[in-house]
């Protein structure tokens, strides 16, 4: 049992080090994805995803650290969203849509250049953890660690503006600050994250492992530490499924945390079902997610 | 500059757009105004003024001695349907404690005071028996409760609150009711939004607003036939 569950990460130091690199990524998407789920970024984070392409594929073209890339796609990204936002009478998804495009268009543009066109493409979107260095695992924790700080120091106004936006202006913290900042942190796990798990797919560990734990958490720290411990399982699976089936590294970590996803919901499903089929509530305040505290209500 | 909340020939409005225009009135420490209206009057933009949330159009408007939303420890908004999210079924409890937050900013830690607080708040407003659920499984009248005991736990110094009773039952109309006279006991002014003429009838000052100042004074002078008459097409209160 221990050749097929440990022995691979044992023997093989490659293995080794793309465990400890998806156990970090999952930290760091655990607590901003977290904050992307409750607020509703997930386009924002999948389009800063996408705008860190161009960025990359230049620096790979120039002989850069493909990390300066990312930051400085991220960063135009960012500041382009937010002025067409501010200074057009378009609402913000469609800006966001549009760099969107923009910034894919031209990240394949600027890697159609390079003579391993489709090698460096597949490498950016998908990731490549099996090829992770002791250098992007250091790069990789100090992202963990600046996330997680940020995080902490400003728990409060982000648990408002997830909750209860207008009562964190009220209570005197100034949203826009706060909410730049959250951009800032989704960036930073972007950036350090998609080395292993590539631009696509830096998304799906954003998104599942905390849409997973909200389904079954009522706390936003107990949120994240669910989140984290989902993410981190799904790594060591996902290496597991890759390793003996065959299948790319990147993929099957992502897979497998979505697939957690559909069975926690259906579990959740079936749960509330089987606790309590009749829910009367006050009219006008029934709400269908249920959460399984599936509860009869007078 | 006597009084807790003070305007002179305010006008409120939201992006450029005038409301309501001309309101001057001068609240005591301890005092109640009510803002009658229909919807749609100008009662909520007047409190999203004096809130923070919404800059003045033009003229002055103070709470205690200073400009709004620039005391937040010291003045407390309840909205009238506050824009909870449901994605996290966060607990009642947990909603009562965020009304600390603009005490404890972002590195205090909540103290024992504060957290004795939020259970005297929770127990004031009868959210005892729920407290431990998701604000989302709880009945519109619940949830309200726990949005009043928020802002009881912020111990604040003025309290604007919009259309605080809606949704609440009898019992839970009378223990706001106990409340807001304890709050005022303690100094603490208070403005609230309201469709209730009985709530009005024992206010220090009545604002009648009908996307314009009908009438602002002692409940004798603003609750007359005439005005309701003029603000609602209809006189009869009782």
């Given at each position: 049992?221990?050749?097929?569950?440990?022995?691979?990460?044992?023997?093989?130091?490659?293995?080794?080090?793309?465990?400890?690199?998806?156990?970090?990524?999952?930290?760091?998407?655990?607590?901003?994805?977290?904050?992307?789920?409750?607020?509703?970024?997930?386009?924002?984070?999948?389009?800063?995803?996408?705008?860190?392409l161009?960025?990359?594929?230049?620096?790979?073209l120039?002989?850069?650290?493909?990390?300066?890339?990312?930051?400085?796609?991220?960063?135009?990204?960012?500041?382009?969203?937010?002025v067409?936002?501010?200074?057009?009478?378009?609402?913000?998804?469609?800006?966001?849509?549009?760099?969107?495009?923009g910034?894919?268009?031209?990240?394949?543009?600027?890697?159609?250049?390079?003579?391993?066109?489709?090698?460096?493409?597949?490498?950016?979107?998908?990731?490549?953890?099996?090829?992770?260095?002791?250098?992007?695992?250091?790069?990789?924790?100090?992202?963990?660690?600046?996330?997680?700080?940020?995080?902490?120091?400003?728990?409060?106004?982000?648990?408002?503006?997830?909750?209860?936006?207008?009562?964190?202006?009220?209570?005197?913290?100034?949203?826009?600050?706060?909410?730049?900042?959250?951009?800032?942190?989704?960036?930073?796990?972007?950036?350090?994250?998609?080395?292993?798990?590539?631009?696509?797919?830096v998304?799906?560990?954003l998104?599942?492992?905390?849409?997973?734990?909200?389904?079954?958490?009522r706390?936003?720290?107990?949120?994240?530490?669910?989140?984290?411990?989902?993410?981190?399982?799904?790594?060591?699976?996902?290496?597991?499924?890759?390793?003996?089936?065959?299948?790319?590294?990147?993929?099957?970590i992502?897979?497998?945390?979505?697939?957690?996803?559909?069975?926690?919901?259906?579990?959740?499903?079936?749960?509330?079902?089987?606790?309590?089929?009749?829910?009367?509530?006050?009219?006008?305040?029934?709400?269908?997610?249920?959460?399984?505290?599936?509860?009869?209500?007078? | 500059?006597?009084?807790?909340?003070?305007?002179s020939?305010?006008?409120?409005?939201?992006?450029?757009?005038?409301?309501?225009?001309?309101?001057?009135?001068?609240?005591?420490?301890?005092?109640?105004?009510?803002?009658?209206?229909?919807?749609?009057?100008?009662?909520?933009?007047?409190?999203k003024?004096?809130?923070?949330?919404?800059?003045?159009?033009?003229?002055?408007v103070?709470?205690?001695?200073?400009?709004?939303?620039?005391?937040?420890?010291?003045?407390?908004?309840?909205?009238?349907?506050?824009?909870?999210s449901?994605?996290?079924?966060?607990?009642?409890?947990?909603?009562?404690?965020?009304?600390?937050?603009?005490?404890?900013?972002?590195?205090?830690?909540?103290?024992?005071?504060?957290?004795?607080?939020?259970?005297?708040?929770?127990?004031?407003?009868?959210?005892?028996?729920?407290?431990?659920?998701?604000?989302?499984?709880?009945?519109?009248?619940?949830?309200?409760?726990?949005?009043?005991?928020?802002?009881?736990?912020?111990?604040?110094?003025?309290?604007?609150l919009?259309?605080?009773t809606?949704?609440?039952?009898?019992?839970?109309?009378?223990?706001?009711?106990?409340?807001?006279?304890?709050?005022?006991?303690?100094?603490?002014?208070?403005?609230?939004?309201?469709?209730?003429?009985?709530?009005?009838?024992?206010?220090?000052?009545?604002?009648?607003?009908?996307?314009?100042?009908?009438?602002?004074?002692?409940?004798?002078?603003?609750?007359?036939?005439?005005?309701?008459?003029?603000?609602?097409?209809?006189?009869?209160?009782?």
């Amino acid at each position: 049992m221990s050749d097929f569950l440990i022995s691979p990460f044992a023997d093989n130091a490659f293995l080794h080090r793309a465990l400890l690199a998806g156990v970090l990524v999952a930290l760091a998407c655990a607590v901003v994805g977290t904050f992307v789920v409750l607020r509703g970024l997930a386009f924002v984070a999948d389009a800063l995803a996408h705008g860190v392409l161009p960025g990359i594929a230049s620096a790979v073209l120039l002989g850069l650290p493909t990390i300066l890339g990312a930051a400085v796609g991220t960063a135009v990204m960012m500041g382009g969203v937010s002025v067409i936002t501010r200074r057009s009478r378009l609402s913000s998804d469609t800006a966001i849509g549009l760099l969107f495009a923009g910034m894919l268009a031209l990240g394949v543009m600027i890697t159609s250049k390079s003579r391993s066109f489709t090698g460096d493409l597949t490498r950016i979107l998908f990731g490549d953890v099996l090829g992770v260095d002791r250098l992007d695992l250091l790069w990789q924790l100090i992202a963990v660690v600046l996330v997680g700080a940020i995080a902490w120091l400003c728990r409060r106004p982000f648990l408002l503006l997830c909750v209860e936006p207008e009562l964190a202006t009220t209570s005197g913290f100034q949203v826009r600050r706060y909410e730049s900042l959250l951009l800032l942190i989704v960036a930073i796990a972007i950036i350090s994250s998609f080395q292993s798990v590539g631009t696509l797919l830096v998304f799906g560990m954003l998104l599942a492992p905390a849409s997973t734990a909200a389904l079954v958490t009522r706390r936003m720290g107990a949120m994240m530490a669910m989140a984290a411990l989902i993410g981190s399982a799904s790594t060591y699976a996902g290496l597991l499924l890759s390793y003996h089936a065959d299948l790319a590294a990147g993929a099957s970590i992502v897979a497998v945390a979505v697939a957690i996803f559909l069975l926690v919901f259906a579990g959740v499903e079936v749960w509330a079902a089987m606790r309590g089929s009749v829910r009367v509530t006050d009219a006008g305040h029934h709400r269908h997610h249920d959460h399984g505290h599936g509860q009869v209500h007078a | 500059m006597s009084g807790a909340v003070v305007a002179s020939n305010l006008a409120v409005g939201y992006g450029g757009y005038t409301v309501v225009d001309g309101i001057s009135f001068d609240l005591r420490a301890g005092g109640l105004m009510c803002l009658i209206g229909t919807n749609g009057s100008g009662k909520s933009t007047l409190l999203k003024t004096l809130a923070g949330l919404n800059a003045p159009v033009h003229g002055d408007v103070h709470l205690l001695g200073a400009a709004p939303g620039t005391q937040p420890a010291r003045v407390g908004y309840l909205a009238q349907r506050p824009a909870s999210s449901f994605t996290l079924p966060i607990r009642a409890a947990d909603v009562v404690a965020m009304g600390r937050f603009a005490h404890l900013g972002l590195i205090k830690r909540a103290r024992p005071a504060d957290r004795k607080l939020c259970r005297e708040s929770i127990e004031r407003m009868g959210v005892t028996p729920f407290a431990d659920r998701p604000l989302l499984e709880l009945s519109g009248g619940q949830q309200q409760r726990t949005h009043l005991a928020q802002a009881l736990a912020r111990r604040a110094d003025v309290l604007l609150l919009d259309e605080p009773t809606a949704g609440l039952d009898p019992a839970g109309r009378e223990v706001f009711a106990a409340a807001v006279a304890a709050e005022r006991v303690r100094g603490c002014a208070v403005v609230m939004a309201t469709h209730d003429l009985a709530d009005a009838e024992g206010a220090d000052l009545v604002l009648l607003l009908a996307s314009r100042l009908v009438a602002a004074g002692t409940p004798a002078e603003v609750l007359t036939d005439d005005n309701l008459r003029a603000s609602f097409g209809f006189t009869g209160q009782h």
